[in-house]
């Protein structure tokens, strides 16, 4: 999930903000008001709207991979106002792109230093602390990004925070956050999934089952993880039908998956048994 939530903003973005781009440009640029000495000045809320639409033309062609016109939205956005965490977050969004990820990093401690409230921001600083195989850094930015409780999707930044916990050896942590998030949004089945790992390790495997039921029924079609940890809660409490029964879903389905990989080779292992 964490490698899907890390394209998303490029994609959402890019499908919905050319609808709404020219009215926002025409509401943008119709009103202003005068100084004491005459000169015209744009009042904040139309300078508020002229940066977010720049922001969100910059996003639409990072979307589509044409980053010299995002360029040139975002240094028009820079005009507007150079010290927006929003408008650092997307350049850092860029140069990640680009490769250039001492940069896309600077990019994003300057956004943070301008808003430490700005949760997005920290959401895709730890998206890409984690992608650099950062874990601990991650984790710390998921953590403080979740106590926003504001924040619109407070439950993939826990699910965040319980991935990362779990590959820092902190299972306990993880199970917390997990049942949090699954509280917050009922339909995240990669946090059931989770859950059911969690508790297929601690051995209980009734409860194992009952959390996998709820990641098959929330996600409404199998994966070869689901079916590879059904494989082994059904193997550890002696069903060999229902056992069988995943095992030949998981071969026929996801031949080429590393699950099946694995459960080949652990049913050679069991066949050399005695």
């Not at 699910?159 to 299972?171: D, I, N, Q, R, S």
């Amino acid at each position: 999930m964490i490698e899907n939530v890390v394209k998303s903003r490029n994609n959402q973005r890019s499908f919905w903000i050319f609808g709404g781009i020219l009215s926002l440009l025409l509401v943008a640029g119709c009103v202003t008001t005068t100084t004491i000495d005459g000169s015209a000045q744009q009042p904040k809320v139309d300078q508020e709207k002229a940066l977010d639409t720049r922001l969100q033309l910059a996003i639409g062609y990072l979307g589509k991979g044409d980053h010299e016109r995002a360029r040139e939205h975002l240094y028009k956005a820079m005009k507007i106002n150079s010290r927006s965490a929003e408008l650092q977050d997307v350049w850092a969004l860029l140069y990640q792109q680009e490769m250039e990820l001492e940069t896309a990093e600077s990019y994003y401690k300057k956004a943070l230093s301008y808003d430490p409230e700005f949760t997005r921001g920290r959401n895709n600083y730890g998206l890409f602390l984690f992608r650099s195989g950062r874990v601990e850094e991650a984790h710390h930015q998921f953590v403080k990004g979740a106590e926003d409780l504001d924040y619109p999707k407070r439950a993939e930044l826990l699910y965040k925070v319980g991935v990362t916990a779990l590959k820092l050896g902190h299972p306990k942590e993880a199970e917390k956050v997990f049942i949090k998030a699954a509280i917050l949004r009922p339909s995240m089945s990669e946090a059931y999934l989770e859950l059911a790992e969690i508790f297929y390790n601690r051995t209980d495997y009734p409860r194992s089952r009952q959390l996998l039921d709820r990641y098959n029924e929330t996600k409404q079609k199998v994966s070869p993880r689901g079916l590879w940890l059904g494989i082994r809660i059904e193997n550890s409490v002696g069903n060999q039908n229902a056992e069988a029964s995943q095992g030949m879903a998981l071969k026929n389905l996801f031949p080429d998956s590393q699950e099946n990989q694995e459960y080949q080779s652990w049913l050679k292992n069991e066949r050399k048994k005695p």
